[in-house]
């Protein structure tokens, strides 16, 4: 190390090779850094960075030696988030090339500094292997193309793994979704040669009578519809169901880990397409719970399709609402590609929400939500208008859109337009999506009670 100038600077790498050693071919040291990067996150991108660096070539065994000491952290924390760390490094996005050019280990073994370590450690191999499992298939889902997964293709497979668990799933088709009046989805929807389906998921794993109510928004694809996007804008927008991705996949962790809670999980799955029949600008939409709305931009998709799952779930009495949505691009602008919006009606849920999110490595920041944006979105013909006459605090209005939705149900939304998916590579993790918000959510789950 001291030949090589390794001083342990964050994210400082170095490889070795001990030919001379009976089975350890290399080691590759990673630097920790000092207390500026001593944060969750910090952690899990370290991690990372080994998963990426050792999945380049197709090895047997890896082991990685957890770090003794890292902000604090007591170990247990320290392994989930290395172990998270390395599953989104080892990720293999090439899923459609003929010649793979990343390789997953056979076996990876997590070894323990200190011998003591290890018994507090093992009881937490199955968190980790379902954890990891959920984020990697949340990531296949958003990374496979739009031309195959879509509306009904998602409705159908979210069928096939909840029939797996104790989930129950109940799919609306496009006649449920008529009688049941939900006119937002449709709307959104009738521009599409594919029908939309509304995906209502139910885990029951506790007694008592509160629920949670998990929304996720599924644009399969989010063309903008007549107020088209660009080429450069829609090249990416197969990631626009990332929200009901991590939603889906994370409900499927809390169930295989029987985690005490109840969760009600809604997904509604649209694709937002051109035709003869698309929605058009001034249309006028009456949402599930009758309030109308005048669609002045076909692009604001995603907040009309979560209005109508956001009065279902107000409709069901639930005790709290948390939806995930990549609703807007002004939220990149404000937060940058790594950090979440958070926005809501209520602080200690907001506050709940937040701490679980730390808890889990990731990141999120809270936008204000003044009444004064209210009048941003009024509308001369219908109650709401789904955008604003401007383009300033995007991110914000779209949260006041939603809000105009859940009434005083706890709620709280995070805007994961940026943190979702990557336009490109980075040390830490693949192009494409990254599965970000599916520990969050199952953090949050767990520590639901305290
Ligand atoms: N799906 C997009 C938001 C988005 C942008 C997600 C970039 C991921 C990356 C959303 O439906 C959208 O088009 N939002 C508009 C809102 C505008 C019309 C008020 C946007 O952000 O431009
Ligand atoms: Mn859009
Ligand atoms: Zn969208």
């Known amino acids: 190390m001291r030949d090589n100038d390794f001083k342990g600077e964050f994210a400082q790498t170095l490889e070795v090779s001990t030919p001379d050693h009976p089975y350890q071919r290399k080691i590759f040291f990673i630097g920790l850094g000092n207390e500026k990067n001593n944060q969750r996150h910090h952690l899990i991108r370290i991690a990372a960075l080994a998963g990426r660096h050792i999945s380049k070539r197709a090895l ?7 770090p003794k000491y890292f902000g604090g952290n007591a170990c247990e924390i320290i392994a989930l988030l290395c172990a998270a760390g390395f599953n989104q490094g080892i990720y293999n996005l090439a899923i459609r090339r003929s010649t793979p050019d990343r390789f997953q280990p056979k076996r990876v073994d997590f070894l323990t500094p200190i011998p003591i370590m290890e018994e507090s450690i093992k009881p937490l191999q199955n968190r980790m292997m379902i954890e990891a499992n959920a984020c990697t298939l949340a990531r296949d889902l958003v990374n496979t193309p739009a031309g195959e997964l879509n509306p009904i ?4 497979l979210i069928a096939i793994e909840s029939e797996k668990t104790s989930i129950s799933c109940e799919i609306w088709d496009e006649a449920q979704l008529k009688s049941n009046n939900m006119n937002c989805i449709l709307g959104v929807a009738q521009g599409s040669a594919i029908a939309p389906r509304f995906v209502i998921l139910r885990y029951q794993g506790a007694d008592h009578r509160s629920v949670m109510a998990w929304v996720g928004k599924g644009v399969t694809f989010d063309s903008g519809g007549l107020s088209m996007k660009t080429g450069e804008q829609m090249i990416d927008m197969k990631c626009d169901m990332a929200g009901a991705a991590t939603v889906f996949t994370a ?4 169930a295989q880990m029987k985690v005490p809670v109840n969760i009600l999980a809604l997904l509604p799955l649209v694709e ?7 929605i058009k600008l001034g249309d006028v939409l009456v949402a599930h719970n009758k309030k109308t709305i005048e669609v002045r931009n076909t692009d604001a998709e995603g907040r009309l399709i979560l209005a109508d799952a956001l009065s279902f779930a107000v409709e069901n009495q639930v005790s709290q609402i948390i939806d995930l949505a990549t609703l807007t691009g002004s939220c990149m602008v404000a937060l940058g590609t790594e950090i979440a919006g958070l926005m809501s009606n209520e602080n200690p849920w907001a506050e709940k929400v937040h701490r679980a999110i730390v808890g889990a490595g990731e990141r999120s920041w809270p936008l204000p939500m003044d009444e004064d944006f209210d009048e941003l979105l009024e509308s001369s013909i219908a109650d709401i208008s789904n955008v604003a006459g401007n383009r300033y605090a995007g991110a914000i209005v779209a949260g006041k859109f939603l809000q105009s939705f859940v009434g005083t149900t706890p709620w709280v939304h995070l805007d994961i337009a940026g943190p979702a998916f990557a336009a490109n590579d980075s040390r830490f993790h693949a192009a494409g999506a990254t599965g970000t918000f599916v520990r969050s959510l199952i953090e949050l789950a767990i520590r639901y009670r305290d």
Not at 153 to 156: T, Y
Not at 272 to 278: E, H, I, L, P, R
């Open 251 to 254: 409900l499927l962790a809390i």
């Open 60 to 66: 047997e065994n890896v082991a990685f030696l957890l």
């Open 153 to 156: 293709s998602f409705a159908e």
């Open 272 to 278: 937002n397409m051109v035709s003869g029949n698309s």
